[in-house]
């Protein structure tokens, strides 16, 4: 398969804390995003990084990307209670006509 | 811009019938995706239609298929349900295919097959 993983599965982390998930792939890619998913609903987008790039911010939201380990991480900076859901990486993937693949996923809950 | 829709929201079926669901893209996208989320294997890749051809088409089993009319607008039909179709079906549209394009999701159908 060419599906990411997130890791961990699961963050706890009290409010005002950071919090770090990281996605590992398989495949080369052209790109890499990372969208949250709130109970059971549709997906957001939160940002993209492309592959030449390294590091990509968007207000409290860091991205880094090591494509020579083929992974990334998302580092979300003075959370909130509102930031609790699941966080998915997925990856835009050479030669599979820009099909997404996404990984398990990172459920992250913030506790006031 | 009014965002994806997808209908039915919610959907309760017997094991041995078909269903169809059903997406609007966002006005102007013309690329159309559809994912299958179950708690066990994450998001899974469908099928992805542009311009109402298949450009994409994950790996399941030929009882899932879909189309795209002209105007954009996508169905997904399932035959022969079984227990384990059970899932969110998430439908996303962009623009088009093509590097560096997010995609938009729609809220998903909550299928149920009994």
């Known amino acids: 398969s060419q599906q990411g993983e997130e890791d961990p599965q699961a963050l706890s982390i009290q409010e005002g804390e950071n919090a770090t998930m990281n996605c590992s792939y398989k495949t080369s890619i052209n790109n890499l995003q990372w969208y949250r998913q709130n109970s059971g609903r549709g997906l957001v987008h939160l940002i993209l990084i492309r592959s030449n790039e390294r590091e990509k911010h968007s207000g409290r939201l860091r991205v880094t990307l090591d494509t020579s380990k083929k992974s990334s991480s998302l580092l979300i900076t003075a959370s909130r209670a509102a930031d609790t859901a699941s966080y998915f990486c997925?990856?835009?993937?050479?030669?599979?006509?820009?099909?997404?693949?996404f990984g398990t996923g990172t459920s992250l809950t913030v506790i006031p | 811009k009014a965002g994806v829709t997808q209908t039915p929201r919610y959907l309760i079926k017997t094991r041995g019938q078909q269903v169809t669901l059903s997406c609007s893209p966002i006005?102007?996208?013309?690329?159309v995706s559809w994912y299958q989320q179950t708690p066990g294997q994450g998001l899974q890749f469908l099928f992805e239609?542009?311009?109402?051809?298949?450009?994409n088409k994950g790996n399941f089993p030929g009882r899932f298929s879909g189309r795209q009319f002209s105007n954009s607008r996508s169905e997904m039909n399932v035959s022969t349900l079984e227990l384990g179709d059970s899932a969110l079906y998430l439908c996303?549209?962009?623009?088009?295919?093509?590097?560096?394009?997010?995609?938009?999701f729609g809220p998903g159908t909550r299928l149920t097959v009994t």
């Open positions: 996303a549209s962009r623009p088009a295919p093509g590097q560096g394009r997010e995609q938009y």
């Open positions: 239609y542009f311009s109402e051809t298949q450009r």
């Open positions: 006005s102007g996208h013309r690329s």
């Open positions: 997925a990856t835009d993937a050479v030669n599979t006509g820009n099909q997404f693949y």
